[in-house]
Every structure is written in C-alpha cells, then in structure tokens.
C-alpha cells in the first residue's frame, strides 16, 4: 500500500510521506507478525521484523 511518497508505504512514513523512525516502524511490524501467530514469542517476532525490513531500500542500513 503506497503511502505520500512514492517508494515507501504507508506503515513506514508519517503524513507528510517522510520515514518514520527505524524502532516505530521495527516495533509496529514485529506486534504485527506477533498478532497472527501467536507461537512465536516477541524476541522471534522482532528477528523476523529486522529480516524483512532489511531486505528493503528504506532500511537496508540497519543489516
């Protein structure tokens, strides 16, 4: 889902299209995974949080 800038959704900017901090859209993503399975603990959800945004533009940096 496209957020106002044109290569960022809209999880990872603000309303003005701008990223919003790397450990908000890190935490947001890992309680999203956490929500739909819940075997996994949240130490597991934030690793698979850092290994999916890593594998984006916006965040590769974070690798």
């Given at each position: 889902m496209a957020g106002k800038a044109p290569h960022y959704?809209?999880?990872c900017t603000d309303g003005e299209g701008n990223l919003k901090p790397w450990e908000e859209v890190l935490s947001g993503t890992a309680g999203y995974l956490a929500s739909w399975q819940p075997?996994?603990?949240?130490?597991?959800?934030?690793?698979?949080?850092?290994?999916?945004?890593?594998?984006?533009?916006?965040?590769?940096?974070?690798?």
């Open positions: 959704c809209v999880y075997e996994v603990t949240p130490e597991m959800a934030r690793q698979r949080a850092i290994r999916y945004l890593t594998a984006m533009p916006a965040w590769a940096d974070k690798a």
